[in-house]
């Protein structure tokens, strides 16, 4: 029986008064409440995903909000939840309406009608339920969804999140574990205060690593290189629900106006994505190479890592990283190898993600061994591991194993790395393909690092040679191609990490 996890999320917003929560909680936006679902067949919704069914009920929008994030970062089927009547504008009235439903539930059993149903949840692996909060309890029109739907929800997985202004949320797990009693709830609660609406995307995005879903499964380890074009990557989605350019600008080595006029130059062709380093020595390089760019901030993916000797005081070198790089945020951080403290160091960059101040974290030097070390020890799963990988040092079973997890895989070293550049350049198997392409080795290499769904991160000053790697989607690797690249493995690293 495939795992199925059910997520409820709570949304509230407007101050509390007297200690309790109330259907002004769901009306940070205003807006004329929803008809009831015009669909004519609600009652069977088929999956889009096979994987994700989004439920949410939303009386002024902001819980719909909710949803769309969750929607987006799991690529989901959503569905809304409707009552038979709808709830009025004016809040007086829906206080006095609500306050009579939870009472008729409480004293009788007698839920609110509502149009929405669910023949079946067979066709989905996740189910998310969003609801608001109503005094210290369940939506209504939820409460009546749930309660229709035991029998079918009965040996589910349950996860339960609550988000409320000020109340505690011990009466809406309750009235969840009533509603949901054959569900086997799955992790402790999330409870979401309105102080953290303006940060929805980033405590959707850490609550949905907390819960271990694997995003990523279907597509980490093939990206659909039809939607790129030269000059301009397609992305992977992370396992944090954020989106990454599969090409990037290693800096390593650059410094000074070399570094900020290469970074500059890389955005100028198309880059999106740069990475960085403390041991590089560049971050206020990168930084300034981003803000002198021209291109909005939010256009570019950037990454540093910190490094192991950072990581018995991680708050004060990620606080360094911020300070130097000064872009506001920073789209994911890195441990540049295992080491003593890295499991501190990482729970502190988890923090940061938690402030919005951090998108994701990821690791680099980490195999297996190290990788199934470090895992059960961390809340929220490394949305990536960058490592060695090149024609000459394939380390495919790493790949693999990282595929498996649902992590992302960037080669810091797609062309072999210094003093090695030209023996995988002037490669018999490597030029004669380049030929019969009319390409470059080095666009050959990271082709075939593309198309084993590896992502690329070359590093170059060179303003034509940047432009060349980003000039690899007018052309594709045939199946025997890739097998003769494949056979070039010699399992021979280049550096010692």
Avoid at 233 to 250: E, F, H, K, N, Q
Avoid at 254 to 260: A, E, F, I, P, R
Avoid at 314 to 325: D, F, H, S
Wanted: proline share 5%; hydrophobic share 35%; glycine share 8%.
């Amino acid at each position: 029986m495939r795992k199925v996890m059910f997520f409820i999320l709570l949304m509230a917003g407007i101050p509390l008064t007297l200690g309790t929560c109330s259907p002004k909680d769901d009306s940070v936006n205003t807006e004329t409440p929803p008809a009831p679902n015009p669909d004519p067949d609600p009652d069977n919704p088929q999956p889009d995903n096979g994987r994700f069914l989004v439920l949410y009920f939303s009386r002024s929008g902001n819980t719909r909000a909710v949803a769309n994030e969750i929607k987006t970062q799991t690529d989901g089927t959503i569905l809304e939840v409707t009552p038979t009547t709808a709830y009025p504008s004016d809040y007086n009235a829906t206080l006095s309406r609500a306050q009579q439903e939870i009472s008729a539930i409480d004293n009788n059993g007698s839920y609110p009608s509502i149009n929405t149903a669910v023949e079946n949840f067979n066709g989905y692996d996740i189910i998310f339920i969003c609801t608001p909060l109503w005094y210290t309890r369940m939506a209504t029109p939820m409460q009546s969804f749930l309660n229709a739907h035991s029998q079918k929800l009965a040996n589910k997985r349950v996860a339960l999140a609550v988000t409320s202004t000020s109340s505690g949320i011990s009466s809406v797990v309750a009235d969840a574990g009533r509603l949901c009693s054959g569900s086997t709830f799955a992790g402790e609660a999330l409870w979401v205060r309105s102080s953290q609406l303006g940060s929805v995307r980033e405590t959707v995005a850490t609550w949905l690593g907390t819960l271990d879903l694997n995003l990523n499964q279907n597509n980490v380890s093939s990206f659909d290189l039809s939607k790129g074009e030269n000059g301009k990557a397609p992305t992977v989605r992370l396992s944090s629900g954020y989106d990454m350019p599969i090409v990037g600008l290693r800096t390593y080595s650059l410094h000074g106006n070399v570094c900020v006029n290469s970074v500059i130059a890389a955005i100028r062709r198309g880059f999106r994505k740069l990475d960085t380093a403390h041991m590089y020595g560049n971050e206020e390089e990168v930084g300034q190479g981003v803000r002198e760019s021209g291109v909005p901030r939010e256009e570019i993916f950037v990454a540093t890592k910190l490094y192991s000797n950072q990581y018995s005081n991680p708050e004060a070198a990620i606080e360094g990283c911020l300070r130097k790089l000064d872009i506001g945020y920073l789209d994911l951080m890195l441990l540049h190898h295992p080491g003593a403290n890295d499991v501190k160091a990482y729970k502190a960059i988890e923090k940061y993600v938690a402030q919005g101040k951090i998108r994701s974290i990821g690791l680099s030097n980490y195999y297996i061994r190290e990788m199934s070390a470090f895992l059960p020890q961390v809340t929220v799963k490394p949305v990536l591991v960058q490592n060695e990988i090149h024609p000459y040092y394939q380390d495919t079973d790493v790949i693999n194993y990282m595929h498996e997890q649902g992590i992302v895989v960037e080669a810091w070293y797609p062309l072999g790395g210094r003093g090695h550049t030209a023996a995988l350049f002037n490669d018999p198997v490597i030029a004669g393909i380049a030929a019969a392409h009319g390409k470059s080795s080095a666009q050959v290499i990271l082709r075939w690092d593309l198309q084993k769904g590896v992502v690329v991160i070359p590093g170059s000053s060179n303003p034509d040679h940047i432009e060349e790697n980003i000039s690899i989607f007018d052309f594709e690797l045939t199946d025997e191609e890739m097998s003769r690249i494949n056979a070039l493995n010699r399992n021979e690293k280049h550096d010692w990490y």
